[in-house]
């Protein structure tokens, strides 16, 4: 069986975004499933528009996303030669001419068309003058004025297009740069490119590029055309939809798998699962479980997603994330059990990376900045006793461990004929300022007993310098 060979070729005119990026990972995917290739080629031929900016952060976000490549970066502006090359072999072989019309004459021409009730194009008027080249000429492609040209499209099914509704396209304009559709086919077919996965805003592009190939004589490769991904309005996806760039999501707090595995799922299942770890989407990712309607992009699913691969990822991973973030805020933190410990408290109750990292300020503060609503109701003079007396049961705790944390807890509880909530809200306001938090004998665990200590004996001491205040 041929080795498949997929490619994703982003122009360089703006940062990567959730389209381009599922785009990237289907053919991805599909490569990785079949143990096959896939090759990074930067569309770069409008100078204009075209930055080194938008080029490194296509770069980042592939990197972020863990999408590797076997093959590139190949860039088009690097290929001039070898597409004026191919352009030589069609104008040889008679399937290419020049053309000398201006584009005044082009738009008359197509006006004319229309005004006939006709498809507005090219009338074909330099056809079979065998004009030779010259300054201000064009070469056009001689596109078939007969019969069909079928694309055999892997998602959609047959797709037939009437040749005599092609037009006679540029593929060279006349400062000599090869159009879109030349350049492609060209590097697909030196690229040895099999398969094509892209948006389905690229059909009217195939049969275009499939008269290319068979004027080359090169085998056609499998083409699908990708649903388009819409709003929540079902419009196309925008800014205002939450089409960011891939980066603007990492900042965001959302982890690359969570990300992946969201727009895999915007045009692909596999029944109705709905988490998938990456390893899990290469063994799975199949063409034929591509849907074929557009997918809705949903801000609020996304989150959720985000929020169940932070509990599935594996702690020393987590670190690696929130450790910057941390470091950001002035928190001293470092890798190993203390942070690891830290994120096994927040991870389940955490949605992104920065609300986990917020969450995790009061492990690391010296001083704790008691929330004032939250002080006014369980720092009061009737609960510096209940304190007190939970200080000296933690302190004779021997071993200090979990068990040992509930046994000084009901201890206290018996004594002073209390309920857990009556202890527990003040001491978890005097550890973290709060009165939201993980678990209490979480905390005390992560903490340790001479922190847990101190931090009680400071809420204290507030409670006192308040009441004198």
């Known amino acids: 069986m041929e080795k498949i060979i997929t490619r994703f070729p982003p122009s360089p005119t703006g940062y990567l975004h959730v389209g381009g990026a599922r785009t990237a990972l289907f053919n991805w995917l599909y490569a990785r499933n079949m143990n096959g290739r896939f090759i990074l080629r930067i569309e770069d031929t409008d100078t204009e528009r075209s930055t080194q900016e938008s080029v490194d952060a296509i770069f980042e976000s592939l990197e972020w996303l863990g999408i590797d490549y076997d093959e590139g970066p190949y860039f088009q502006s690097r290929r001039f030669d070898i597409y ?17 019309c201006s584009p005044e004459d082009v738009d008359a021409m197509r006006k004319e068309a229309m005004a006939a009730g006709r498809n507005p194009k090219y009338n074909g008027k330099c056809r079979d003058k065998n004009l030779p080249p010259s300054n201000n000429s064009v070469i056009r492609f ?16 047959n797709i037939v297009f009437q040749n005599n509704e092609l037009d006679d396209f540029i593929i060279q304009r006349s400062d000599g740069t090869s159009t879109y559709n030349l350049a492609v086919v060209v590097d697909d077919i030196t690229m040895n490119i099999n398969t094509i996965l892209r948006g389905d805003d690229h059909v009217n592009n195939t049969p275009k590029q499939i008269i290319l190939y068979k004027a080359f004589g090169s085998p056609l490769p499998v ?19 939450g089409a960011m760039s891939v980066t603007e999501y990492r900042d965001m707090g959302y982890l690359p798998d969570a990300l992946l595995n969201y727009l895999v799922r915007l045009g692909w299942s596999y029944g109705d699962q709905e988490f998938f770890t990456k390893n899990e989407l290469i063994e799975k990712f199949t063409i034929k479980n591509i849907g074929k309607s557009s997918g809705v992009f949903d801000k609020d699913k996304l989150l959720a997603l985000n929020s169940e691969h932070i509990k599935q990822t594996s702690l020393s991973n987590m670190s690696r994330y929130l ?73 004779s705790l021997d071993p200090f461990n979990e068990q040992n ?15 857990f909530g009556k202890i527990a809200q003040p ?38 310098e308040k009441k004198t205040d």
């Open 223 to 241: 083409f699908g055309h990708l649903p388009m991904v819409l709003g929540s309005d079902k419009k196309r996806l925008s800014k205002r939809h």
């Open 323 to 395: 450790l910057p973030l941390l470091k950001e805020k002035g928190c001293a933190a470092e890798e190993g059990e203390f942070i690891e410990k830290v994120i096994s408290t927040l991870n389940t109750r955490s949605k992104t990376i920065p609300e986990m990292a917020e969450g995790a300020l009061f492990y690391y503060n010296e001083t704790i900045i008691y929330d004032e609503k939250a002080a006014k109701k369980n720092l009061k003079p009737s609960y510096v006793e209940t304190l007190k007396i939970l200080v000296k049961e933690i302190e």
């Open 142 to 157: 001689k596109a078939p004025k007969t019969g069909t040209t079928i694309v055999e499209d892997v998602v959609k099914g």
């Open 427 to 464: 001491v978890r306001v005097a550890l973290t300022g709060s009165n939201v938090s993980p678990g209490i004998f979480e905390i005390i665990d992560v903490l340790g007993k001479e922190k847990t200590i101190t931090r009680i004996n400071d809420a204290i001491k507030f409670i006192h």
């Open 84 to 100: 004026k090359e191919y352009i030589q072999k069609l104008v040889d072989s008679d399937h290419a001419y020049f053309c000398t």
């Open 405 to 419: 944390l509930e046994n000084a807890f009901k201890s206290v509880m018996e004594k002073l004929d209390l309920k």
